[in-house]
């Protein structure tokens, strides 16, 4: 066998035989045959945990961001409900929140009346949930604590007025940030 492959690269010329003969030189490409070095596989392992962690943040980021949304459209949705209730029934509706959720009270109003007719009056005949169940108090979806930031920066009351409310609401719960903005025609837009 070994002659027959002799007569072979005889027959194919030297330069033939000598490019053959470099596929099997062991001293050759010595390096590449021994596989990736220590360095090189832990720069590999690094680059994959890295860009593992960064898909990791995303698809949280991701969730909160959409959880955070939904807060922001639910709530517009309720301001335009307490603005209606407040004009239809001329009372005065507040929202209040906290990190863990919001709610939406009836304000207190006195009526002029004198001291003596005033005692027999009844201010808190219903709560406000009873009259209107839409405007129950309710936990933040997002599963971070939501800040809030009201501009202007009071508490927000809903009344009879037609532009009454906050004119723009940003939520925050330190991953993502959603506003809520009121237009000129008084509805409630969420914005990324």
Known sequence: MVKWMCSLWGRMGGRAAKEKMRISDPDRNSRAEKGFTLLEMLVVLAIMGATAALVGVGLVSGRERRLLKQD????????????????????????????NGFKFESVLQTPYLPADLARYVDLNHQALT??????????????????VRVDPPVTPVFNREWMSGPRVVELDNGLTQVRIVRSTQGQYRVLP
């Not at 459209?73 to 990190?99: E, N």
């Not at 009259?131 to 129950?136: A, I, S």
């Open 72 to 99: 922001a459209q639910v709530l517009s949705q309720l301001f335009t409900a307490a603005q209606a209730q407040a004009r239809q029934q001329a009372t005065a509706i507040a929202w209040r929140y906290g990190a």
């Open 130 to 147: 009873e009259r209107n169940p839409t405007l129950r108090a309710r936990a933040w979806q997002s599963e971070e604590p939501v800040r």
